[in-house]
């Protein structure tokens, strides 16, 4: 599946998960919004450009592959995009996610997958990891339009193939750098049911004033608590 195409979403569907919001306010919002992701991602990359090539030749020292991770993601109303990260697995770490899975090492509900020791990170990855290093190119997908800062995680195509009609809904809006489970203090245990249902109620809810919450404790939680590694 290529950038831009999108992964169906039937009537069916969209009948049966709430409405997000519309009308005049809604619409100032959404422009105010996507100035401010504009404005701080452009200005983020100014600022750590630096930084960014120093992850990346850092990463590229360590194993002498790319060290850009490219993959696909789903975003509003199921499109396709590129989606970019440095890389903090092995190179063949989609072979061995299989392999993980198929030995029945994943501790997340399906259709997501995560390991506490996923012997897939390098070094050099888990530290990028611990300190979300590894987040700082999806400043372009921001940049691009094709993400938010704030908003549900962009899941990949083969996580969306198995959504439930409500799950869906997760694809309402934009996929974010930020999203409301993400600053749950328990975050690390919770269920993709809870993720979803976050998600969901972030989606219902969105306001300035919710964004700007996400973005401070996300700030203060990526600096001082380490408690969802």
């Known amino acids: ?8 979403i039937t009537e069916s569907t ?19 919004k996507r100035s401010f992701d504009i404005i701080s991602s452009l200005l983020a990359i100014i600022l750590l450009s630096w930084l960014i090539l120093l992850c990346l030749l850092v990463k590229w020292l360590e194993d002498f592959h790319n060290p850009i991770y490219v993959s696909k ?3 509003k109303n199921g499109k396709i ?4 990260k ?33 012997p897939r990170i390098t070094k050099v990855g888990r530290f990028l990891r611990k300190t979300s290093l590894d987040e700082l ?16 995680r962009p899941p990949l195509p083969e996580e969306v193939a198995d959504y439930t009609e409500y799950q ?5 809006v934009k996929g974010g750098l930020l999203c409301l489970w993400q600053i749950q203090k328990n975050r690390n245990a919770l269920s993709f049911d809870e993720w979803v249902r976050l998600d969901c109620e972030y989606i219902e809810k969105q306001s300035a ?3 700007l919450k996400i973005i401070f404790k996300g700030f203060f939680m990526v600096l001082f608590d380490h408690s969802g590694e």
């Open 1 to 8: 599946m290529e950038a831009g195409q999108a992964v169906e």
């Open 14 to 32: 969209a009948s049966t998960v709430p409405k997000i919001r519309s009308g005049f306010r809604y619409a100032c919002y959404c422009f105010v």
């Open 73 to 75: 993601r789903v975003g």
């Open 81 to 84: 995009f590129r989606f970019y």
């Open 86 to 118: 440095i890389r903090s697995m092995c190179k063949n770490a989609e072979k061995m996610k299989k392999e993980l899975i198929d030995k029945g090492f994943n501790e997340a509900d399906p259709p997501a997958f995560k390991m506490k020791n996923d």
């Open 137 to 152: 190119p999806q400043l372009f997908n921001i940049l691009n339009g094709t993400m938010s800062v704030v908003g549900p």
């Open 168 to 172: 869906m809904h997760r694809l309402d």
């Open 209 to 211: 004033a919710l964004d």
